[in-house]
C-alpha cells in the first residue's frame, strides 16, 4: 500500500513568487492535513482538509491557502514568498475524521526561499 | 489553547538501556489522544505509540510504552532495550477528541551511544 506522497521533495523559490506543493494521501484516505516545520516555531498545523472542505485552520496569514479535490489529493498554495516561509512542509493523511486514530505523514517538502 | 511541552531539548542512552522522554501537555478537554512520533534524519514522521484518554491502562508497543498520568496531565515515553534505530527526534503531540489537528511539542534529539 503506498504511503503518502509529497511532490516537489525540495524546491527552490525567490521572494514574492509563489509555490504550490502536493500532497497525495493513503488511498482510501480522506482528511489531509498540513503542517509546517521550522527550527525556531517547530511543527505548527496549517490546515486540514476532509471532503473537498477545510475543516480547520491554524493560525497563519492569508498568504498560505490550500485545496483538496474531489479524489482527495490535497495543494497547498504560498503566494508572496518570504524568507520565514522557508521550511519542511508536512502533509498527513487519516482514514476519516472525526475518528480516525492515527495519522500517516509523507516526507516532506523542503522549501528554500531566497 | 492545548499546548504540549517537552522540557528536554536532548537526551543521550547507551544502547540496551532504558531512557525515558517526558511530555507534558495542558487542556480543558476531558477526552482527547497522545502521541509520540519519531522523526529520523529522512524527516519522515513515524508514529510510535498513541493513547486513548479515556484508557486507564497505559499503551504499549514491543520496547516502547507510555506512562500516561491524566491528573498530572503527563505523557512520558520509556524505551527499554535501546537501539542505536532508535536515534532520532521524538515529538508528543496531543489531538483534541474530534478533528485531525495535532499539536506537537519542540522536540527531543535522543542519541544512542553503543
Known amino acids: 500500500k503506498a504511503g503518502v506522497t509529497q511532490t516537489p521533495r525540495y524546491l527552490i523559490k525567490t521572494r514574492g513568487q509563489q509555490v504550490t506543493l502536493s500532497c497525495s494521501p493513503i488511498?482510501?484516505?480522506?482528511?489531509v492535513s498540513w503542517y509546517q516545520q521550522t527550527p525556531g516555531q517547530g511543527l505548527q498545523f496549517l490546515f486540514e482538509?476532509?471532503?473537498?472542505?477545510?475543516?480547520n485552520k491554524g493560525n497563519f496569514p492569508g498568504r498560505f491557502s490550500g485545496r483538496q479535490f474531489s479524489n482527495s489529493r490535497s495543494e497547498m498554495n504560498v503566494s508572496t514568498l518570504e524568507l520565514g516561509d522557508s521550511a519542511l512542509y508536512l502533509c498527513?493523511?487519516?482514514?476519516?475524521?472525526?475518528?480516525?486514530?492515527?495519522?500517516?505523514f509523507g516526507q516532506g517538502t523542503r522549501l528554500t526561499v531566497v | 489553547a492545548q499546548t504540549v511541552t517537552q522540557s528536554q531539548p536532548e537526551m543521550s542512552v547507551q544502547e540496551a538501556e532504558t531512557v525515558t522522554l517526558s511530555c507534558t501537555y495542558d487542556?480543558?478537554?476531558?477526552?482527547?489522544?497522545l502521541f509520540w512520533y519519531k522523526q529520523p534524519p529522512s524527516r519522515q514522521m513515524i508514529l510510535v505509540i498513541r493513547?486513548?484518554?479515556?484508557?486507564?491502562q497505559n499503551a504499549t508497543e514491543n520496547r516502547f510504552s507510555v506512562n500516561f498520568q491524566k491528573a498530572a496531565k503527563s505523557f512520558s515515553l520509556k524505551i527499554s532495550d535501546s537501539q542505536l534505530g532508535d536515534a532520532a527526534m521524538y515529538f508528543c503531540?496531543?489531538?483534541?477528541?474530534?478533528?485531525?489537528?495535532?499539536?506537537f511539542g519542540a522536540g527531543t534529539i535522543l542519541r544512542v551511544k553503543s
Open positions: 503531540a496531543y489531538r483534541p477528541e474530534y478533528g485531525n489537528k495535532l499539536v
Open positions: 498527513a493523511s487519516s482514514l476519516k475524521t472525526p475518528t480516525a486514530l492515527e495519522a500517516f
Open positions: 493513547q486513548e484518554a479515556y484508557k486507564q
Open positions: 488511498s482510501g484516505h480522506r482528511s
Open positions: 487542556t480543558s478537554e476531558s477526552d482527547y489522544y
Open positions: 482538509y476532509f471532503s473537498e472542505t477545510q475543516r
